[in-house]
């Protein structure tokens, strides 16, 4: 575990110790060098290896992850697809029914070529993974809390402990939590993964993700090596942009979730709406273990359901003027997306439901939008 351990998310986001560098600088200067001389002040030698560029973040989301070290990748997927690639063939997977939906599709689509046995069971369900866990030995479990896009909720602490028994590995998608809402390593998981692309940048202008692990152990060791001979690397610029984002993280996170929660609240009795899904409105089935591991907020995602089905969803969607029409979520700005034409007719996600992500705008003027879209624009 880091040695800033003591030191609180917030801090260790803006102002991390051993931030300054070369003369003084308070930030980081941008090192695009793909090549290192042999024998040289540095360790470096070839980027698709390493750099200084990836090192000073890897540092400081290690930091924030409290854990032992940490690997920036490309893409979140990029980050998630090292995990499984790290496995021996043949291992056996157990995958949440809701999560991100194209990593889901690239593990059970059968288009990632990995030769591994993926079992899923309902988000949550201590019960039906205890089950999944008894059957047959298996790898990795690996989650997704708050999971995208129905917000649901997991128990870390349970899940680590179920899987450790069953002498499993436990990765968790942490992307929607953020370092400043809940440190899932701290609470017995193996690995965390972020779309570093969502809110650690924020500013929706960096493709980026990164791994941190507890240990830098045997399996560890492996993922590296998929990164460095996959070529799965981030660009030097991007993991620079990456780190001045990552200054106001904690900042953005809390206007965040507090904009998303009045929201939430605010929208629950609206006539239009059938149902607001936020882990932090005390109905959520989630939302006692979202208290006990998440801290100062419930994150800035959440999904409602509009009375009228698909059509009136795909109405809303196009009426707002501020949350843009757009994927993705994590950025200073508001967005809104119709999530089953995205995902097509094999997702599970409802008809009607419409994901917001939900920016740090004034919140005054986001449910005034939202209001106005939902009365026809
Ligand atoms: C966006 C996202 C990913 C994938 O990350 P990319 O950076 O788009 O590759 C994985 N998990 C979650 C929860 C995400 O939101």
Same mark, same amino acid.
């Given at each position: 575990?880091?040695?800033?351990?003591?030191?609180?998310?917030?801090?260790?986001?803006?102002?991390?110790?051993?931030?300054?560098?070369?003369?003084?600088?308070?930030?980081?200067?941008?090192?695009?060098?793909?090549?290192?001389?042999?024998?040289?002040?540095?360790?470096? %030698?070839?980027?698709?290896?390493?750099?200084?560029?990836?090192?000073?973040?890897?540092?400081?989301?290690?930091?924030?992850?409290?854990?032992?070290?940490?690997?920036?990748?490309?893409?979140?997927?990029?980050?998630?697809?090292?995990?499984?690639?790290?496995?021996?063939?043949?291992?056996?997977? /157990? /995958?949440?029914?809701?999560?991100?939906?194209?990593?889901?599709?690239?593990?059970?689509?059968?288009?990632?070529?990995?030769?591994?046995?993926?079992?899923?069971?309902?988000?949550?369900?201590?019960?039906?993974?205890?089950?999944?866990?008894?059957?047959?030995?298996?790898?990795?479990?690996? /989650?997704?809390?708050?999971?995208?896009?129905?917000?649901?909720?997991?128990?870390?602490?349970?899940?680590?402990?179920?899987?450790?028994?069953?002498?499993?590995?436990?990765?968790?998608?942490?992307?929607?939590?953020?370092?400043?809402?809940?440190?899932?390593?701290?609470?017995?998981?193996?690995?965390?993964?972020?779309?570093?692309?969502?809110?650690?940048?924020?500013?929706?202008?960096?493709?980026?993700?990164?791994?941190?692990?507890?240990?830098?152990?045997?399996?560890?060791?492996?993922?590296?090596?998929?990164?460095?001979?996959?070529?799965?690397?981030?660009?030097?610029?991007?993991?620079?942009?990456?780190?001045?984002?990552?200054?106001?993280?904690?900042?953005?996170?809390?206007?965040? %979730?507090?904009?998303?929660?009045?929201?939430?609240?605010?929208?629950?009795?609206?006539?239009?709406?059938?149902?607001?899904?936020?882990?932090?409105?005390?109905?959520?089935?989630?939302?006692?273990?979202?208290?006990?591991?998440?801290?100062?907020?419930?994150?800035?995602?959440?999904?409602?359901?509009?009375?009228?089905?698909?059509?009136?969803?795909?109405?809303?969607?196009?009426?707002?003027?501020?949350?843009?029409?757009?994927?993705?979520?994590?950025?200073?700005?508001?967005?809104?997306?119709?999530?089953?034409?995205?995902?097509?007719?094999?997702?599970?996600?409802?008809?009607?439901?419409?994901?917001?992500?939900?920016?740090?705008?004034?919140?005054?003027?986001?449910?005034?939008?939202?209001?106005?879209?939902?009365?026809?624009?």
């Amino acid at each position: 575990m880091s040695d800033d351990g003591h030191l609180k998310p917030a801090t260790l986001a803006a102002n991390p110790p051993g931030g300054a560098v070369a003369d003084g600088a308070v930030v980081p200067p941008w090192q695009p060098a793909t090549t290192y001389t042999a024998g040289g002040e540095s360790n470096y %030698s070839y980027l698709r290896a390493d750099g200084p560029q990836f090192a000073d973040a890897e540092r400081r989301l290690a930091a924030l992850e409290n854990g032992a070290d940490a690997l920036l990748f490309g893409s979140g997927m990029a980050a998630a697809d090292a995990v499984f690639r790290g496995l021996a063939p043949g291992s056996r997977v /157990i /995958i949440p029914e809701i999560m991100y939906w194209a990593l889901r599709d690239w593990l059970k689509g059968g288009g990632s070529g990995l030769a591994l046995d993926i079992a899923s069971v309902p988000n949550g369900d201590a019960a039906a993974l205890r089950q999944a866990l008894a059957s047959a030995p298996t790898a990795l479990v690996w /989650i997704e809390t708050p999971a995208n896009p129905l917000w649901s909720i997991t128990d870390i602490a349970e899940t680590a402990e179920l899987s450790h028994a069953a002498g499993a590995r436990l990765a968790v998608d942490s992307t929607a939590a953020t370092p400043i809402l809940t440190r899932p390593l701290e609470l017995g998981a193996d690995i965390v993964m972020h779309s570093a692309t969502k809110y650690l940048n924020g500013h929706s202008d960096v493709l980026a993700g990164a791994l941190v692990t507890a240990r830098d152990d045997e399996a560890w060791a492996r993922i590296r090596t998929c990164r460095t001979y996959g070529g799965a690397n981030a660009g030097t610029f991007e993991a620079w942009l990456l780190v001045r984002g990552m200054r106001t993280l904690a900042l953005r996170v809390e206007r965040a %979730s507090a904009n998303a929660m009045e929201l939430a609240q605010r929208l629950s009795n609206h006539a239009d709406i059938v149902e607001v899904l936020y882990p932090g409105l005390p109905h959520h089935r989630g939302h006692a273990i979202a208290q006990r591991q998440m801290q100062g907020g419930f994150g800035g995602m959440l999904s409602i359901r509009v009375k009228g089905g698909y059509e009136a969803a795909a109405r809303v969607a196009g009426a707002t003027r501020l949350f843009h029409q757009a994927t993705s979520l994590g950025g200073v700005e508001s967005l809104i997306e119709h999530r089953a034409p995205v995902e097509g007719p094999t997702s599970p996600v409802p008809d009607d439901l419409l994901r917001l992500s939900v920016g740090i705008e004034d919140v005054d003027d986001l449910h005034a939008d939202l209001l106005s879209a939902l009365a026809g624009g």
